[in-house]
T-cell receptor, first 113, second 116 residues
Framework: QQQVKQSPQSLIVQKGGISIINCAYENTAFDYFPWYQQFPGKGPALLIAIRPDVSEKKEGRFTISFNKSAKQFSLHIMDSQPGDSATYFCAAEIFNSGYALNFGKGTSLLVTP | EPEVTQTPSHQVTQMGQEVILRCVPISNHLYFYWYRQILGQKVEFLVSFYNNEISEKSEIFDDQFSVERPDGSNFTLKIRSTKLEDSAMYFC??????????????FGQGTRLTVV
């Protein structure tokens, strides 16, 4: 059972454009939704995270939009840069319970110059 | 900045052999995890460990896998009899635990396990 569904699988965006990655979850017990960024040969690193008491969270060029009723959340990367080229994983967890992160399948983002 | 460290970075082993992957979590963290990532696929949860015992495990974590915290710093994953399909990148992670505002999971650089 795939608890977190992520799309698209890959994305090509021109420098300066907006990258949008979408995720949907099934388990209504999830209440913590992080996005991880992974560069080749490295471990995933937390980029930004949101809890369902807010509908949007912004940190610099990165914004999470959250729709609790639709059980969907998305990552927007504004003014995308070549250095943003990486694989992005959404995840879901029961907050602060020590439970496992349930990852989406990942989106490979390529930002072209 | 504190980090999770994993050794070795790459391990090649013959099918049927036992391997031990090692991790040093961040020192004041309470929860420890192992995840794996088969090449080109998503990161999959294997097991979580808290207070010297397994708190949760996935169906991937069968009897050939075991975890241990042999001392105050190391956290190990043992695969008793490796199979070709165990070839993957194995990530260790740790989180602060209960009572903290930050539940961020910090991942190590990973150990690439190749079973031949």
């Amino acid at each position: 059972q795939q608890q977190v569904k992520q799309s698209p699988q890959s994305l090509i965006v021109q420098k300066g454009g907006i990258s949008i990655i979408n995720c949907a979850y099934e388990n209504t017990a999830f209440d913590y939704f992080p996005w991880y960024q992974q560069f080749p040969g490295k471990g995933p690193a937390l980029l930004i995270a949101i809890r369902p008491d807010v509908s949007e969270k912004k940190e610099g060029r990165f914004t999470i939009s959250f729709n609790k009723s639709a059980k969907q959340f998305s990552l927007h990367i504004m003014d995308s840069q070549p250095g943003d080229s990486a694989t992005y994983f959404c995840a879901a967890e029961i907050f602060n319970s020590g439970y496992a992160l349930n990852f989406g399948k990942g989106t490979s983002l390529l930002v072209t110059p | 900045e504190p980090e999770v460290t994993q050794t070795p970075s790459h391990q090649v082993t013959q099918m049927g052999q036992e391997v031990i992957l090692r991790c040093v979590p961040i020192s004041n963290h309470l929860y420890f995890y192992w995840y794996r990532q088969i090449l080109g696929q998503k990161v999959e949860f294997l097991v979580s460990f808290y207070n010297n015992e397994i708190s949760e495990k996935s169906e991937i974590f069968d009897d050939q896998f075991s975890v241990e915290r042999p001392d105050g710093s190391n956290f190990t994953l043992k695969i008793r009899s490796t199979k070709l399909e165990d070839s993957a990148m194995y990530f260790c992670a740790s989180t602060p635990g209960f009572g903290t505002a930050n539940t961020e999971a910090f991942f190590g650089q990973g150990t690439r396990l190749t079973v031949v």
